[in-house]
């Protein structure tokens, strides 16, 4: 089984600064200290909309997770539910950083509420609560939310080599 590490779903942050850099720093897949710092600097300095405030919150989150800082990562994803509950990536994000902790049914209970709300790119979604399902041993779930993130997006390697290793049985 994978780790959730590889399917995060940062937020886009409109405008400039420190903030706009953050984001652009987690939807590009950095994980380094200076774009962490960023994201600090943003929180701490600039006048941000919650959205954008939660969103930040979210992408430091994100840098976080890449390196399995899951207990600072879910710190973050808390700060952006408190500010915006109804942002569906802090939900998939903090049940990622769970599946990577190993907490698996807390995992799957945020990454329902996440396809609840919506995201923006649900494959990442259904990739993170197929590893869930794998880790509550529940591979049947596991198979079918691999396909579903194929289905989603084709072309996505990671839920393709989950599926090769399932061998599919008609009874």
């Given amino acids: 089984m994978a780790w959730a590490g590889g399917a995060q779903a940062a937020v886009t942050v409109l405008g400039g600064g420190l903030a706009r850099e953050c984001s652009n720093a987690a939807l590009g897949g950095q994980s380094d200290s200076r774009s962490e710092e960023a994201c600090t ?3 701490s300095t600039e006048l941000l909309d919650l959205r954008d405030r939660a969103g930040t919150y979210v992408n430091r989150g994100v840098i976080k997770l890449r390196r399995k800082e899951f207990a600072s990562a879910e710190w973050d994803f808390n700060r952006a539910i408190e ?3 109804d942002l569906g990536e802090a ?5 990622a950083a769970w599946v990577g902790a190993r907490r698996y049914a807390d995992g799957l209970a945020d990454i329902n509420r996440a396809l609840e709300l919506g995201v ?3 494959e990442k979604a259904y990739y993170n609560r197929a590893l ?4 509550l041993e529940d591979l049947r779930a596991a198979y ?3 396909r579903k993130a194929v289905e989603l997006k084709p072309d996505w390697a ?6 090769a290793r399932f061998t599919v049985e008609r009874r």
Wanted: aromatic share 12%.
């Fill in 41 to 43: 600097q943003a929180l």
């Fill in 83 to 85: 500010t915006k509950p």
């Fill in 144 to 146: 079918f939310d691999y």
């Fill in 158 to 163: 990671p839920p393709q080599k989950e599926l």
């Fill in 91 to 95: 939900y998939v994000n903090r049940g």
């Fill in 120 to 122: 923006s790119e649900p």
């Fill in 132 to 135: 869930a399902h794998e880790g």
